[in-house]
């Protein structure tokens, strides 16, 4: 992807989510992500303020800043004790003009509501797992086994555990039962792709690209359901899951795998709405690629698959963050003048 130069030098406002209930490790942790950032994109030509928001300050966390002089890197992905803080962040940002990376707020909502996103890919005849909503566990008329539940409105695998698999009808019931009581919210059900599971990064917007696509090897475990990928896989470094889960950089696809591949994950990504970036989770059976989710807010830490996937792309993590800089400084409703007059006082 190429932009004009004049965007190069660019102040960039780091806005990345802390919680205080955290321990001194994780706080150690992100920090330490958040200086690989800054020192990613000040290589690229940015000059880079990080801006840490928790939920006490967030609606004022912006107030020091013009925003005809910045375009934020918007690197929130939650905020402590208000649900769907990702989306209250990107409104935020809209309410106060802000330019800034990724997703709108209604995509990000969009994307917590597992039958909206169904119910669009339906729509525009891209294959995804059948599907059900429940929201009561007297279940008649589900016939396909084995099946994963879920819950309806929740992301990054919340909910999801090896006992989301289920075998039988009695099984599904108990799951079922188990979301609605836990969770207050409906289930969603879905067809159990017993496949090979890729992770598929997209970028862009008129022309949207496909990075390598990194794939989650279940190799270690005999088990069905083991075979998924669960919070704990992700979020538990101390879990069996997180430790034997191997991935593969890139995946193993001929040429004409990879082509429909990212014929299907350009078009899922058009059909919800995706804007610089996103993360497709697809499972591959018999030659068929089934969108799981689409995750428009991926991590981006050095540990990612997004970041993976840049790496066997043979680009740099400062060229990856740069270039999303770019994609939203072209919608700067102030345009280069500023940015240039901003680049000349430094």
Known sequence: MEFDPKWTDGHVLLLYNVDPSWEPEDFKEVFAVVKQMK??????GHFVTPLEVGRSDYVDILNDYDPREYVVFNWCEDLPGIHQGEVMMARMLEKNNFCYTGSPP??????????AVKRLLNRSRILTPFWRLFSTHNVKDWKKFPAIVKPAYEHCSYGITTESL??????LEERIAYILDEFHQPAIVEDFIDGRELHVTLWGNDNIEMLPPVEMDFSAFDNMKDRICTFESKFMPES???EKIELQIPAE?????LQKLRRTCQRAYRAIGCRDYA???IRLKQGIFYVLDVNPNPDMSPDATVTYAVDAAGLTYGFFASTIVHMAAQRHPFSECIWENTVSAT
């Open 39 to 44: 020192t990613a994109l000040t290589k690229e």
């Open 106 to 115: 209604e995509i990000l909502s969009l994307t917590w509501n597992k039958p």
């Open 166 to 171: 289920v075998l039988d009808a009695a099984a």
């Open 240 to 242: 069996l899951a997180y």
């Open 253 to 257: 696809l001929d040429k004409k795998q």
């Open 279 to 281: 993360r497709m989770d």
